[in-house]
C-alpha cells in the first residue's frame, strides 16, 4: 500500500524519480541512540516538501511509516523519511524556521479511514490543476499554474506557479476558493524547480540532476564558464529550463584553485622577436598558448606559466627576451588530439550489399611484353587446313 500511495504522490515513477530526492540515506541507522527529549522526526510530502515534527507521544516510527501531523488549518498526511541523531543534523543544514517558537506535532500513525480520505484528495490535484489553468487564462494573469497538492484532510491546497514577474493573484485567490470550497495558497517556484517537477534527460545522456537528487539550486552566472575556458555559447550552456546548467558550478572550485598563480592575460608578451598575445589556456596542464603578431603569426605556441612569469617580470623591467620560449620547454603547440569515431567511418550496411568479383591479375611475360603466350590452336579451316604450320 506505501508503494502505491507514493507512487500516487508523485514521489517514484510518477514524477521523473524524485522519490531518491525525497528519500534520506540514514549513515547513523545503526548506531544506538540515546533517548532524549528532542524527539524530531523528518516527514516528507509532495513536490519535494519537508518538514519537521515533534513525536510529542513517543510513536515508535521508523522510515516509511505514513503519519497524521499537524496542520494549519487541520491536519496532513505524510511519510516519514528520517528519525533519530540524524534529524538534528538535517534540521541545522537546512536552517529550519520555527512556528511559533516550537516544533508541530505528530498526533498519530495514520489509520485507514485517513489514508482513504488522503487518496480522495491525490484524485482531485490533476483536475484541480486543469481548471485552474482556465481560470488563470479567463482572468488575463502572466502566470502558470504548475501542480496542486492537497493537504491530507481535503481543508487546504497548495498551489504552485510560475511567474517571470510580480503579479497580482488576489482576484484568482477569490475566485479559486469560491470555485473549489477549500482554502488556497499561492506558492511560486522558479524555472529550475519545474525543470526537475517535470523531468528529463539532460545531454549528458543522464536523468536531469534537478528531477533526481537536487533540493538546493544555487545561483549560476557565465563566470563559471569563463573560469573553466568554455565558450559563452547561450546555447550550449543553457539548460532545459532556460536558465545556466547547473552542473557549471561542479568542478568551478578546482579551476579557481588551480588558477590562483596564473599571470593575468591581458598582458602582451615582447620579445626580440616581436609582441605575443593570448589565445588559451590549458589550466591541468599549467600551459598558455600565445600567437605572435606580423612576421611571427606561427599558430599558437605552448608556453609554461613559469615562463610567461618570467617574461612578464622581464618586460616590466624593460628587457625583452630574444624567444618566447627556451631550449628546454621549446614546444610548439599542437593540435590536441580529437576524438575518432569508429563507428561512423564504416557503414552500417556495407555487409548488405554484394560482393565484387575481383579477378587477380596475372603476370606478364618478360619476352612478350604484355601479352601472354597461348597454347590454344587456330581453328581449323572447312577444307581441312590450319594456320599452324610445323
Known amino acids: 500500500m506505501e508503494d502505491n500511495l507514493s507512487i500516487n ?20 541507522s545503526d548506531v544506538v541512540h540515546m533517548a532524549t527529549a528532542d524527539n524530531i522526526v523528518e516527514v516528507r510530502f509532495k513536490n519535494t516538501r519537508k518538514d519537521y515534527f515533534r513525536n ?30 540524524l534529524v538534528k543534523h538535517q534540521i541545522r543544514k537546512q536552517k529550519v524556521k520555527l512556528v511559533n517558537g516550537d516544533f508541530r506535532k505528530i498526533y498519530r500513525k495514520a489509520k485507514q479511514a485517513d489514508i482513504d480520505k488522503w487518496k480522495e484528495a491525490i484524485s482531485l490535484e490533476h483536475t484541480t490543476m486543469i481548471k485552474s489553468r482556465q481560470i488563470t487564462n479567463d482572468l488575463g494573469l502572466d502566470m502558470k499554474i504548475g501542480d496542486v497538492e492537497y493537504q491530507g484532510d481535503k481543508t487546504k491546497a497548495i498551489f504552485y506557479y510560475i511567474a517571470e514577474g510580480r503579479v497580482d493573484f488576489r482576484q484568482l485567490i477569490r475566485v479559486l476558493a469560491e470555485t473549489f470550497r477549500i482554502r488556497i495558497e499561492m506558492k511560486q517556484i522558479g524555472a529550475r524547480q519545474e525543470a526537475g517537477r517535470i523531468g528529463g534527460i539532460g545531454p549528458c545522456g543522464r536523468e536531469l540532476c534537478c528531477a533526481t537528487w537536487m ?4 545561483s549560476v552566472t557565465t563566470n563559471s564558464a569563463r573560469y573553466q575556458e568554455i565558450s559563452l555559447n547561450p546555447q550550449k550552456l543553457a539548460g532545459q529550463c532556460g536558465k545556466l546548467k547547473c552542473c557549471l558550478n561542479y568542478e568551478v572550485d578546482s579551476y579557481i584553485d588551480a588558477q590562483k598563480d596564473f599571470p593575468p592575460n591581458n598582458i602582451p608578451l615582447h620579445t626580440e622577436a616581436g609582441q605575443y598575445n593570448f589565445f588559451k589556456a590549458d589550466i591541468f596542464k599549467r600551459t598558455m598558448y600565445y600567437i605572435g603578431e606580423g612576421k611571427n603569426n606561427t599558430g599558437p605556441l605552448a608556453v609554461p606559466v613559469e615562463r610567461v612569469k618570467e617574461i612578464i617580470l622581464m618586460n616590466k623591467k624593460g628587457k625583452r627576451p630574444d624567444k618566447l620560449l627556451n631550449n628546454t620547454d621549446s614546444i610548439l603547440a599542437q593540435k590536441p588530439k580529437e576524438f575518432e569515431d569508429v563507428l561512423s567511418q564504416d557503414s552500417l550496411t556495407r555487409f548488405d550489399q554484394p560482393k565484387r568479383n575481383r579477378k587477380k591479375k596475372r603476370p606478364a611475360n618478360k619476352n612478350q611484353g604484355n601479352r601472354r603466350p597461348s597454347n590454344r590452336q587456330s581453328p581449323r579451316k572447312k577444307d581441312g587446313s590450319g594456320t599452324n604450320n610445323k
Open 56 to 85: 510529542n507521544n513517543n510513536l515508535k516510527l521508523k522510515s516509511g511509516d505514513i503519519v497524521a501531523v499537524e496542520a494549519n488549518p487541520g491536519h496532513d498526511i505524510g511519510v516519514v523519511s528520517l528519525t533519530g541523531e
Open 215 to 218: 533540493n538546493s539550486f544555487v
Open 9 to 28: 504522490r508523485g514521489c517514484c515513477k510518477g514524477s521523473a524519480g524524485t522519490c531518491s530526492k525525497l528519500e534520506v540515506h540514514d549513515w547513523l
